[in-house]
Each structure stands twice: as structure tokens, then as C-alpha cells.
């Protein structure tokens, strides 16, 4: 049996995680593509769901968030995606092609 995930280890595997969700969609995170505060706050919240929660579980609810996006990202040409907390603590995806950024 293995221990519950603790401090940085949440971070690192929610990281992993949401890379291989956007490679699902054909899509790569940018570099320094996913805000800080994202993993803090999934951190969190699978310390508040103890021992039922798994960074999956998190992870799939980014992704019900964004799943829309993510699709319309990769419609339109985008390669990579960046992800980034807003003032209302709501993950965005930013899809970037080259140097530009588009919304």
C-alpha cells in the first residue's frame, strides 16, 4: 500500500497529470505553462479530500472546465496552452502559437 501523496509530490504528479491530458488533446503546455497558483490550489483541495482524492480526480476536473477550449485550441492551429488562474480563482487556458498569445 502506498502513502498519500503529500506537499510538492501533489504538485508534481497534478503537473504530469495535466501534460498528459493536454497530449490527449494534441496539445503541450507551454513553458512555464501552468501558473503556480493552479497547483497550489489543487494541493489543497486533495488535502482537504484526504485519503478518498487523487490527483486524477483533480485533474479530470480541470478538465471539464476546459475541455471546450481545449478543442476550440486545437481547431483553430494552436500547439500549445498555457494555464492560468484568473481573479476569480478559475483555471483559463491560454492557447499560444509561436510568440503570440490568444485568449
Known amino acids: 500500500m502506498f502513502r498519500p501523496l503529500q506537499g510538492t509530490d501533489v504538485a508534481r504528479v ?6 498528459q491530458m493536454m497530449q490527449s488533446y494534441g496539445l503541450t503546455i507551454a513553458d512555464h505553462g501552468i501558473d503556480p497558483k493552479i497547483l497550489l490550489m489543487l494541493m489543497g483541495r486533495l488535502q482537504k479530500m484526504g485519503r478518498a482524492g487523487s490527483s486524477r480526480d483533480l485533474v479530470r476536473a480541470i478538465e471539464e472546465k476546459l475541455a471546450d477550449s481545449l478543442i476550440e485550441a486545437k481547431r483553430n492551429g494552436f500547439t500549445q496552452i498555457s494555464l492560468v488562474l484568473n481573479d476569480s480563482n478559475t483555471v483559463v487556458a491560454k492557447a499560444t ?5 490568444v485568449s
Open 14 to 19: 497534478a503537473a504530469l497529470e495535466i501534460e
Open 97 to 101: 502559437r509561436a510568440a503570440n498569445v
